[in-house]
Structure formats: structure tokens, C-alpha cells
């Protein structure tokens, strides 16, 4: 279906033409129609799908017929929200005197409190700023007569149910405005939302079967954590791709891969959530328009960024969570295009694929380096780690990163590198492919595959030829010598009467102190 075939106004058609939209995804096809009769909807639809067309044109729609009415996005992120800002401002370009503000954390509140006291048409905002303007009584939810809930689950993972209810209730009855609702999943929560706070929704799926993204060919590597940069190394240099996005599990890995990859001449930078909002979207803005190929983040950038053409995904780090693993590889191969990821398995995080497979229902093609022609690189940061000052004495990365962070210190004033010797490899750990054909793992079951990483990365028993460390001998604790049965005594038993004297007269004296507490005797 063609955006012509709808029923849109003129000045809606002009910023769709300028946006370069000229066919519906299958998601626009199937909810535009429903949504564009003013009906309340709960879409289920994967990332990528096209979705933020659907309620953006259905609210400019609307607008373009009484030119009056407010309209509310709340999304679960910073980047989602200004995302979608920058969409909204695209397809509006059919209205010239449309007023679009955005609002979030980790900024001051000067600049959005003056963008809303000049009155705007669209509100875009996450939930704890948009309720800290409720509550100082410069944003009245009443005044929304449409509303939309984008990435709705991830929302409510990340501890937003409550905020979502609490502006709910200061809204208008839902018989009085349009709800639409978006999710990569309709879960109880989100059932339970729909429930209360919408009426009658029209519920549609689009391909809620397909887990991942057909277009994007995904690949894996076994290899060793101390031997895990060396080898992505050698995939950057055989790609060569023009963006690429890598995630780390834990912020200090985020920092270290990017100082690494800049000291071996790849232009990189790092992203996580306890950046400075300003740092940020200049970091995202860059990456945007081509300025940095190379973006290493956390899980924090795993739902919302939208990167135009973005070549290759790296799980540097096998993400602990099998949901993000869906939502790291969807940020390439978005509105029909391809995209490749990648993902290198060491023995830290193996145990995450278990369920990762199990949740997209397939196995991971399996690559080795020497089948795909991979060559050796010279590692010109070899012998560097990266330790904050508040990693633990072995220098292991254990802080992870949090999603709802509205910003902190700059982590600059906590890095350094520090010059240590390579660690020494685990011989228990380590894969030797001389004793193993790891051809057939692609072809094994994903039973026999997990049994298999079981076998090898269990820590090993001691060889029985090596001889254990004599102990030192525990000094002998004198022996304390029991007296005969017959010769101890017992302590002899208060009498009756003492006792009862003893209680009275501590009741008498407590009795005075209370007596002395409230009357001043």
C-alpha cells in the first residue's frame, strides 16, 4: 500500500514526501487505517518495523483537521525521545507553525521550561521529567486529548509502571482521547495497562513470531577473553565496515575497548548512562551524521538508537539479559535493509547463549578464524588495561551500567590506563583446537553444544601427579579434664521469697520513674 491510498491530508502527504516514505511496512499498512478513525490501539511490533510513522501521522492527521488539541509521546529513553523529536519534526514539515518540544533528564530545566510556557502541539518526553512538570504545575496532563506509549515492555522493565499510572490518572477519561500503545511485547503488564486505561483497544500483531530480523546475518566466535580483542581486531581489519556499534556488559569495558581501539588508529568513542546528557547526544549526533564510525556502548543504547545505515553490530560481550540480545542486533538491518552481527563467545559470558538461542529459536552459526581468512594484527595496545579507580584489586569490571540513570560525574576524572603485564592464559579455560573439531559444533543439538561448553570451561581437577603442599600442623588444644560426675554441685536455688521481694522492689522502682515522667515528682 502506497501513502497516497490513505486517507491523509495534503500538508501530511508534503512531510512523508520529505521524510522519502513512499510504501507502508507492514505495520503502517495494517494499523494506519484503524488508528487514522481515531480508535485506540495496542500494536505488537518488532524494532525497525516503522512504527514511529504510525502515530506520528495519525496525531498530525488529526491535527490537520480541527487544528486544535495537544498531543503526549512517552518513551522509556533519552535517545528514543529525541529520536522521535527529530522524526515528528520531518513529517511535520507540511506545518509551519507546528510547535514540537522534547523534554527529559540530565539537563536543566531552564530551556524546557520556556519551550513550555510558548505552548506546544506535541509533548515528547520520558516519564520522570514529564511528572516532575506535573508536579511544579507547569504541564497539566488534562490537556492531552492523544497519547501514545512507545516500547511500552521496556518501559516497564526498567521500573516505570508506576511512574505510567500515576499520569494516567491526571489525564482525561480514555473516552475522551485516542491511546496508542507500542510494544515489542504484550505482557501482563502491558495487558493490564490496556485494561484500565484504554478503551476498547483494537490489538494487532505484525509478524510477533519473528524474534530477529531475517536481513541480518549473524555470526559467532569462540575464542579465549584474553585473545577476545585481538580477534576483533582482525574482523574490523577484513570488514572494514563504514559504522559499526559494539556492546560491552559493563561500563569500564565500554571505556576500555574504546581507548584501545583509538590507540590502534580506529576513530571511537563510548557511550553509557552516566554520562552527561550533553555529552551524550553530541557522541549519538556525531555517530548520526558519519563523523565516528566506531561506537562502543552499553546496554543503555540498546533500545531507541536509530542509526541510519548502520553496517555492523559486535557483542563484545555476551549480554546477560537474552532479551537484549535482540535489541542490540536490531539497531542494523532497520526498515527492510541488511546488516550483519557478530559475536564473540569467551569463557566469562558463554553461559548467556543457552538462553539467548533458545529465545530466538535457532543456533548461531558458528565461525572459526581460520576458515574465514582472518589474519593476525598487530595489537599496538597489548600489555594496557583499563582500571577506575572503584575496580576491585583484581581489576575486574563488576560495575554495570543503568538504563535510568539521569546522569552523573564525568567518568573522565575516574580513567586511566594503567601498564601491566598480559594476563596469563587459563590453561583450563582455553580452547585448543588441536584436540577438538569445532566444524561439527554448528551441526551439534543445542544440548550436546551446551554440554560441551560445560565440559571444557569447567574448572579442571588437579593432575594427580602433582604432589599438594604439606599443611601446616594445628597446634593440640590442652585437654580440659572433667571433674567426676560426683563431684560437681549444683548452685544452689534462690528461695521463693527473696525472689518475690526482688520483683516488688523493682516494680516500685519502675513504678516512680513513670510516676516522675508525667507528673515532674
Given at each position: ?181 507500542f510494544s515489542a511485547t504484550l505482557s501482563t503488564k502491558v495487558r493490564n495497562l490496556a485494561w484500565q486505561y484504554m ?114 553490530v559486535v557483542n563484545y560481550d555476551i549480554p546477560e539479559d537474552y532479551e537484549n540480545y535482540v535489541h542490540r542486533i ?192
Amino acid at each position: 500500500m502506497k501513502f497516497t491510498e490513505l486517507p491523509l491530508s495534503e500538508d501530511v502527504l508534503a512531510g512523508i514526501a520529505k521524510a522519502g516514505y513512499t510504501e507502508c511496512t507492514p505495520v503502517q499498512e495494517k494499523v494506519l487505517p484503524i488508528s487514522l478513525s481515531g480508535k485506540d490501539v495496542m500494536v505488537q511490533s518488532k524494532t525497525g518495523s516503522g512504527k514511529t510513522a504510525v502515530f506520528l501521522l495519525t496525531i498530525l492527521e488529526k491535527y490537520s483537521r480541527n487544528r486544535s488539541g495537544a498531543a503526549l509521546i512517552v518513551s522509556p529513553t533519552r535517545e528514543l525521545a529525541v529520536q522521535i523529536e527529530e522524526d515528528a519534526r520531518v513529517l511535520a514539515a507540511g506545518f509551519p507553525d507546528y510547535r514540537i518540544g522534547c523534554f527529559y533528564g540530565g539537563v536543566g530545566y531552564k530551556e524546557q521550561n520556556e519551550e513550555l510556557s510558548s505552548g506546544l502541539n506535541l509533548y515528547v518526553g520520558t516519564p520522570g521529567r514529564l511528572l516532575d512538570f506535573a508536579k511544579s504545575n507547569k504541564l497539566d496532563f488534562r490537556v492531552f486529548d492523544t497519547i501514545v506509549l512507545d516500547e511500552a515492555d521496556r518501559m516497564f522493565d526498567m521500573g516505570f509502571y508506576p511512574d505510567v499510572q500515576s499520569m494516567f490518572a491526571q489525564m482525561v477519561p480514555s473516552s475522551e482521547r485516542q491511546t496508542m500503545l507500542f510494544s515489542a511485547t504484550l505482557s501482563t503488564k502491558v495487558r493490564n495497562l490496556a485494561w484500565q486505561y484504554m478503551s476498547e483497544p483494537e490489538e494487532i500483531a505484525v509478524q510477533p513470531e519473528e524474534i530477529t530480523v531475517k536481513n541480518i546475518t549473524q555470526e559467532l566466535f569462540h575464542v579465549t577473553k584474553d585473545e577476545k580483542f585481538s580477534l576483533f581486531l582482525s574482523i574490523l581489519k577484513k570488514l572494514n565496515p563504514s559504522s559499526c556499534l559494539i556492546f560491552t556488559n559493563t561500563k569500564d569495558r565500554a571505556v576500555e575497548v574504546a581507548k584501545r581501539l583509538s590507540m590502534n588508529g580506529y576513530k571511537a568513542e563510548y557511550l553509557m548512562g552516566d554520562m552527561p546528557q550533553s555529552k551524550r547526544l553530541k557522541t549519538l549526533e556525531k555517530m548520526k551524521e558519519g563523523k565516528l564510525p566506531y561506537l562502543v556502548a552499553t546496554d543503555v543504547a540498546a533500545r531507541g538508537l536509530q542509526i541510519d545505515d548502520l553496517e555492523l553490530v559486535v557483542n563484545y560481550d555476551i549480554p546477560e539479559d537474552y532479551e537484549n540480545y535482540v535489541h542490540r542486533i536490531g539497531r542494523t538491518a532497520r526498515a527492510g535493509k541488511t546488516g550483519k552481527a557478530i559475536t564473540l563467545a569467551c569463557e566469562e559470558y558463554i553461559y548467556g547463549l543457552e538462553a539467548i538461542e533458545d529465545y530466538i529459536q535457532m543456533k548461531i552459526p558458528v565461525l572459526w578464524p581460520d576458515e574465514v581468512g582472518l589474519e593476525s594484527v598487530e595489537d599496538k595496545s597489548a600489555g594496557y588495561h583499563y582500571r577506575s579507580y572503584r575496580s576491585s584489586g583484581r581489576g575486574r569490571d563488576d560495575r554495570k551500567d543503568s538504563s535510568r540513570s539521569r546522569g552523573g560525574k564525568n567518568t573522565r576524572k575516574t580513567q586511566r590506563i594503567s601498564k601491566s603485564r598480559k594476563p596469563q592464559k587459563n590453561e583450563d579455560s582455553v580452547i585448543e583446537k588441536s584436540n577438538t573439531d569445532f566444524s561439527k559444533l554448528s551441526e551439534m543439538s543445542l544440548d550436546e553444544r551446551m554440554a560441551y561448553y560445560k565440559k571444557q570451561y569447567a574448572p579442571s581437577a588437579a593432575p594427580k601427579s602433582e604432589k599438594k603442599r604439606p599443611q601446616p600442623k594445628k597446634a593440640q588444644k590442652p585437654a580440659v579434664q572433667k571433674a567426676p560426675k560426683d563431684s560437681m554441685r549444683k548452685a544452689p536455688e534462690p528461695k521463693v521469697e527473696e525472689v518475690k521481694t526482688e520483683v516488688k522492689s523493682a516494680r516500685k522502682g519502675l513504678f516512680s520513674r513513670i510516676k516522675a515522667r508525667i507528673f515532674g515528682a
